[in-house]
C-alpha cells in the first residue's frame, strides 16, 4: 500500500440506502437480507414509502484514501517547484490553481526554452521523453492577485497563563483515601 504508513485499524459503520418502496413486503425482505438494517417509512404526496438502510463497516486501509493523499500531496510539492522556478527567473505568480501557476514576467519577456508551441524544456524523466511543464495560452490570464483581502499576515503568538490549581477538598480531609 502506498503512503499508509499509519493506517486507521478502526472499523467504521456506514449507513447506504437499499431500496425504497410503498411495497411492505418487498421493504421486509431488504431488511431481513441484510443484518442489522434499518427500515423507516415516510409519506410523499399522501403515499406511504419504505426506506431500508443497511450498515457496512470500513476502515481507511480498505479506501483509495491513503493513495489519493500521496497525489494530492507530490501535486503540492510539484507546484511550490514550479512556483519557485518561475520566482526564480523574475516572475511574479498572481494564481495557484491545483495543477497551474498564473504569472506575469516584466516587459512580457518569456525566460524559458520552448521544445515546441507549448512544452517547456523541463522533463520527468532523465531520458528526457516526458515533458514536466506545458504553458497554456489560451487559459484566462490574471495579472493581478485575487482575494489578497482575505491572507492574513499577522504573527500568532501563543499565550499561556499559568494554572491555579484549587482543591475541592480541603487538605486535612484529603489524607483520607476515598
Known amino acids: ?26 421493504a421486509l425482505q431488504h431488511a431481513i437480507e441484510y443484518e442489522g438494517s ?17 450498515p457496512s463497516e470500513t476502515t481507511n486501509i480498505e479506501t483509495e484514501r491513503p ?10 510539492m510539484e507546484l511550490h517547484k ?21 504569472c506575469y514576467f ?26 514536466k ?3 497554456e495560452p489560451n487559459a484566462k490570464r490574471v495579472k493581478y492577485p485575487k482575494l489578497v483581502h482575505y491572507m492574513r499576515f499577522d504573527n500568532y503568538t501563543l499565550h499561556t497563563e499559568p494554572w491555579e490549581i484549587t482543591p475541592d477538598v480541603p487538605a486535612s480531609v484529603q489524607k483520607t483515601p476515598l
Not at 434499518?38 to 443497511?54: D, I, P, R, Y
Not at 493513495?67 to 503540492?76: G, W
Not at 525566460?111 to 507549448?118: G, N, Q, S, T, V
Open 38 to 54: 434499518f427500515m423507516n417509512s415516510f409519506t410523499s404526496g399522501n403515499k406511504l414509502f419504505f426506506h431500508v438502510l443497511k
Open 106 to 131: 516584466a516587459d512580457d519577456k518569456f525566460p524559458f526554452d520552448l521544445i515546441d508551441d507549448k512544452n517547456l524544456d523541463y522533463y520527468w524523466d532523465e531520458l528526457k521523453t516526458v515533458p
Open 67 to 76: 493513495l489519493y493523499d500521496q497525489i494530492v500531496q507530490q501535486e503540492a
Open 1 to 26: 500500500m502506498i503512503g499508509g504508513f499509519k493506517p486507521n485499524t478502526q472499523k467504521k459503520q456506514i449507513w447506504s440506502s437499499e431500496i425504497v418502496t410503498q411495497s411492505r413486503i418487498e
Open 133 to 135: 511543464y506545458k504553458l
Open 82 to 102: 514550479l512556483k519557485t522556478l518561475v520566482e526564480s527567473k523574475g516572475g511574479v505568480v498572481t494564481d495557484i490553481n491545483t495543477d497551474a501557476i498564473t
